[in-house]
């Protein structure tokens, strides 16, 4: 079964630290893209972060650029987004999806079409 199992979200204060894991199983990760989204509650699901199938190239979004980094580690199967400064508008759940390639496509590549193989996603909140 293709999956991936996200982790490590939790309760965090303003301007602490969190660390995801996206364990990918049921397929190699090496190679494919990945990217991190997120969703709070009654809002659409937002594009966070991507990475490239060898972590070369990374891309954030303005909100978390400076602030959250994306690396992955293959022999592990597995890839991360390490969030700093947190903010009380960080608060969400966070999914970890594929692209279907090497690399994000040119267009779109911040739209939810664009993944497959969703987790189940990970809640972090800040707050104190």
């Known amino acids: 079964q293709l999956q991936f199992v996200e982790s490590g979200g939790g309760l965090v204060q303003p301007g602490g630290s969190l660390r995801l894991s996206c364990v990918a199983s049921g397929f190699i990760l090496n190679n494919y893209a990945v990217a991190w989204f997120r969703q709070a509650p009654g809002k659409e699901r937002e594009w966070v972060s991507c990475?490239?199938?060898?972590?070369?190239?990374?891309n954030s979004a303005d909100s978390v650029k400076g602030r959250f980094t994306i690396s992955r580690d293959n022999a592990k199967n597995t890839v991360y987004l390490h969030m700093n400064s947190l903010k009380p508008e960080d608060t969400a759940v966070y999914y970890c999806?594929?692209?279907?390639?090497?690399?994000?496509?040119?267009?779109?590549?911040?739209?939810?079409?664009?993944?497959?193989?969703w987790g189940q996603g990970t809640q972090v909140t800040v707050s104190t």
């Open positions: 990475i490239t199938w060898n972590g070369g190239l990374t």
């Open positions: 999806a594929r692209y279907p390639n090497f690399d994000p496509p040119v267009t779109g590549w911040g739209t939810t079409a664009a993944c497959e193989y």
